[in-house]
């Protein structure tokens, strides 16, 4: 569950290391979002003494891969994760990264989020 004002952890290596929502971009009137949705971040802090995409204080979009809230699949199994956590994403859908340093879930493939899949190490 990422409301407005969460603060999450940015799992690429476009230079940013945490975000805050600003807004939830779903179709429906829910304000709430889960993995596989976008939304909208400001930059909070980056990697220092280096130069990144990202700068701190500018918007980007963001896809939530991450979240603690568990997950119960249809299978009948239940998991949670240890943080709140999004990828870069453009405007169409690519992430500004080129690597994944944390695990994705398998809902993004419902999702059809398969760019995002292919960088991560580990899909869980």
Request: with cysteine; hydrophobic share 40%; glycine share 10%.
């Amino acid at each position: 569950m990422i409301l407005v004002g969460t603060v999450l952890d940015v799992a690429d290596n476009s230079g940013a290391t945490r975000a805050r929502c600003l807004n939830v971009l779903t179709k429906g009137r829910s304000k709430v979002g889960g993995i596989g949705d976008h939304i909208l971040v400001s930059i909070k802090q980056t990697v220092s003494k280096q130069k990144t995409r990202v700068k701190r204080g500018e918007m980007y979009r963001g896809l939530i891969t991450q979240t603690k809230k568990g997950l119960r699949r249809q299978d009948g199994s239940h998991f949670s994760l240890s943080k709140n956590a999004l990828v870069l994403v453009t405007a169409q859908g690519l992430p500004l990264g080129s690597r994944l340093l944390r695990l994705a879930t398998y809902e993004l493939r419902k999702k059809r989020l398969v760019k995002v899949l292919s960088l991560a190490s580990h899909i869980l």
